[in-house]
């Protein structure tokens, strides 16, 4: 999933600099939501691997 956030942020850097922003606005907003998606999951992993006493990683 950062590999998808990661993309669209590149997307979004290229779309800005040649002067659609529009395009750029729209894939940096896709692209934060999947950050945030991906770090809750992180977040909620590590949190019941210490809860469980499990090596997660």
Known sequence: MIKWAIIFFVISVIAG???????AA?????ARVLFYIALAIFLI???F????G???F
């Open 54 to 56: 499990v090596l997660v």
């Open 49 to 52: 691997g210490v809860l469980l």
């Open 26 to 30: 729209g894939a940096a907003g896709i």
């Open 17 to 23: 600099l040649l002067g659609f922003t529009g395009v």
């Open 45 to 47: 992993v590590l949190v």
